[in-house]
């Protein structure tokens, strides 16, 4: 049997219950994929919360489900199980890396044959599945934000998921924003924390006296738009992963999937390889913050909500 989280309704996380169907089948281009972690991402909790579509809970599909429920996990890792008669170069029993992949909540998954990358044997479930979504991203901020030898990068909400791949990733100078109980991390990481909150300009100012040249924004906030306006002299060199009205008319570079948003795919697709190079060579280290059986995902997207500590929270089914 294959156990699969999805969300009943629109709403919170009391709307996620866990569905059992049969194993699925792989296409004849793809795999299946038995998963041991599924990187958990906030996308998880905004596509149910309404946010993102119309909400559609008076069109039910066969099993009872509103029809325009989406599928959860966009990133996993495990063992392949099956694979389709057109594909080479992928066996039943190689453990990988499985993105981009919809749907990996649940104890198999298939995708893409292309979608999947050996997984490096020193790298453990947990970190595996949660390495690309917010490696990938962040290896994109930074491309967007021209970011190159030489620079001061100021990074907002270093200690998250995206935040703390940018950190490592980014090679330059980093300032980067966190609540003060994650600065010892940040630090860890090569990094200079500040603090977010009022009279961050000056503080960027004073642990960085040689200037900003590019921001990385992963908070979200007016804040971090107001501060890296303020900073940054070339406005082509703020990237933000987080749309809002304001960002769009101040016309920085937006990224993600979202009208008139930079999706950058063929950027995050070419940096799978470096990624898993670089983390299977422990050069690159995927902060788990916390884990949770796949039947507690509500618990996980709750955690998530309510801000948690630094890193990612993961599923093991
Ligand atoms: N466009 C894309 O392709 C893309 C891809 C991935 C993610 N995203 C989006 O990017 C955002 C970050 O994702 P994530 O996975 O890194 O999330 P996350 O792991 O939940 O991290 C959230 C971060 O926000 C920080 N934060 C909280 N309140 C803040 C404030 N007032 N000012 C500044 N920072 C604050 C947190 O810092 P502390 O814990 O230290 O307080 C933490 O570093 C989410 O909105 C996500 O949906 C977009």
Redesign the pocket.
Known sequence: MNRIVKPTAYGTPDVLAVIEGPEPRAAADGVVVAVRAAGV???DW?LYSGAFHAVDDDHKDAAGLAASMPTLGLECAGVVTEVGADVTGVRVGDEVIVYPVTGAYADYVTAPATSVVPKPAGLGWAEAGALM??GT?AVHALRAAGVGAGDTVLV????????LMAVQLAGVTVVA???ER?HGLLRELGAIPVA?GPGLAERVRAAAPQGVDAAVD????D??LDVSLELVADQARIAS??GSPRRAEAGIKL???GPGQDAGTAVREAARGELVERAGAGALRVVVDMTFPLAEAAKAHEV?MA?HG?G?LVLIP
């Open positions: 991402n906030p996308i905004k979504l917010t991203t907002h909400g270093g200690s998250g998921g995206v935040g924003t966190a609540a994650n977010y992963c908070a979200g906030t804040e971090a992963i987080t990224l993600g999937y998530g801000g630094a990612k």
